[in-house]
């Protein structure tokens, strides 16, 4: 089992950079497979980004393609998502998410393990 915690939100203004983390408990994170999810009052979780176990392999959403970038760092148990010129549509909570696995997922339904949430808003 492990457990996610997410930092790095924060109120930003548009064109901006956040670096949000997720920190993971638990001896087998190098096991799981990470994403990162958005969610905004009313709407579904949305896919953001994707990451192997071993790192090797990522995944975006078209909306943040070449604006954001996931990784991780297993011995630190860590995955990160470094978020470029951010846009007011950015805004929402954004959730880190494990699955037991080494590939990556898309779908939020076959993600695990869930932290907290942590507020990402982007004025315009």
């Known amino acids: 089992q492990v457990q996610l915690v997410e930092s790095g939100g924060g109120l930003v203004q548009a064109g901006a950079s956040l670096r949000l983390s997720c920190a993971a408990s638990g001896r087998t994170f190098s096991s799981y497979a990470m994403g990162w999810f958005r969610q905004t009052p009313g709407k579904e979780r949305e896919f953001v980004a994707a990451?192997?176990?071993?790192?090797?392999?990522?995944y975006y959403a078209d909306s943040v393609k070449g604006r954001f970038t996931i990784s991780r760092d297993n011995a630190k148990k860590t995955v990160s998502l470094q978020m470029n010129s951010l846009k007011p549509d950015d805004t929402a909570v954004y959730y880190c998410?494990?699955?037991?696995?080494?590939?990556?997922?898309?779908?939020?339904?076959?993600?695990?393990?869930w932290g907290q949430g942590t507020q990402v808003t982007v004025s315009s």
């Open positions: 998410a494990a699955r037991g696995d080494t590939d990556y997922y898309i779908d939020a339904d076959l993600y695990a393990y």
């Open positions: 990451i192997s176990w071993s790192g090797g392999r990522t």
